[in-house]
């Protein structure tokens, strides 16, 4: 049985301009963007009222330097599979969080992926320090994460399936996270649940 004392942290993945309306755009990417921004206003207390209690809100950002094949090579048409466009590139717009989502009310933020492929939200680390989303959630006594963001297929699902591996009680709320392709979102939630995930589904 879950423990409803036990401490929740909200992760909110990716949620980026590539990945929103840029070179990697997914089809419900503005509406999942403004979804979590209204979501997370009401969980911090909107326009600046105190909130008694809350869960902490990270968020992870791609945040690619030289990612090697990650990136199809030039003049090459990626799978979209393991090779994508470029994408996500460190201090530029595209790695940018996208304007619907006010990234104040994101407490804390993880980079992952300069120099490799990084889909899960784990391999990331607070951004110019060392300390990774592991280490942090388990600082913090995190014991139930809830997963947004984007995409459900490849970076929602990495991160989940990182969660569940490393013990925590992971939900997924469907409705704010936004995939590649349908299919394939379909598929990762439906993997997510049979692995042993709680899904939100409305
Ligand atoms: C992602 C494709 C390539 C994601 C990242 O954030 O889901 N997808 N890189």
């Known amino acids: 049985?879950?423990?409803?004392?036990?401490k929740k942290a909200i992760i909110v993945v990716d949620v980026q301009n590539d990945f929103v309306d840029g070179s990697l755009?997914?089809?419900?990417?503005?509406?999942v963007a403004r979804g979590?921004?209204?979501?997370?206003r009401k969980v911090v207390g909107v326009d600046g009222e105190a909130v008694a209690s809350r869960p902490p809100i990270v968020g992870t950002l791609d945040w690619h330097i030289n990612p090697k094949g990650h990136f199809a090579p030039e003049g090459e048409e990626p799978d979209y599979k393991n090779t994508w466009p470029v994408h996500c590139v460190a201090d530029t717009h595209g790695?940018?969080?996208?304007?619907?989502?006010?990234p104040e009310l994101v407490d804390v933020w993880f980079h992952k992926g300069e120099y490799t492929a990084a889909y899960s939200g784990f391999e990331g680390h607070l951004a110019g320090e060392e300390q990774t989303l592991q280490q942090w959630l388990n600082s913090h006594e995190v014991e139930?994460?809830?997963?947004?963001?984007?995409a459900t297929d490849f970076c929602v699902r990495a991160t989940a399936l990182?969660?569940?591996?490393?013990?925590?009680?992971v939900r997924v709320i469907e409705q704010l996270c936004s995939a590649v392709t349908e299919q394939g979102g379909?598929?990762?939630?439906?993997?997510?649940?049979d692995a042993g995930?709680?899904?939100?589904?409305?």
């Not at 049985?1 to 036990?6: A, D, L």
């Not at 790695?95 to 006010?102: D, I, K, P, S």
């Open 1 to 6: 049985m879950v423990n409803t004392h036990s």
């Open 25 to 31: 755009g997914t089809a419900r990417g503005v509406d």
């Open 36 to 40: 979590i921004n209204a979501w997370l």
């Open 95 to 102: 790695a940018q969080v996208c304007a619907e989502l006010n």
């Open 144 to 150: 139930n994460v809830t997963i947004v963001g984007i």
């Open 162 to 169: 990182d969660a569940l591996n490393a013990g925590f009680h």
């Open 186 to 193: 379909k598929s990762a939630i439906q993997e997510l649940e």
């Open 197 to 202: 995930a709680e899904i939100i589904r409305d």
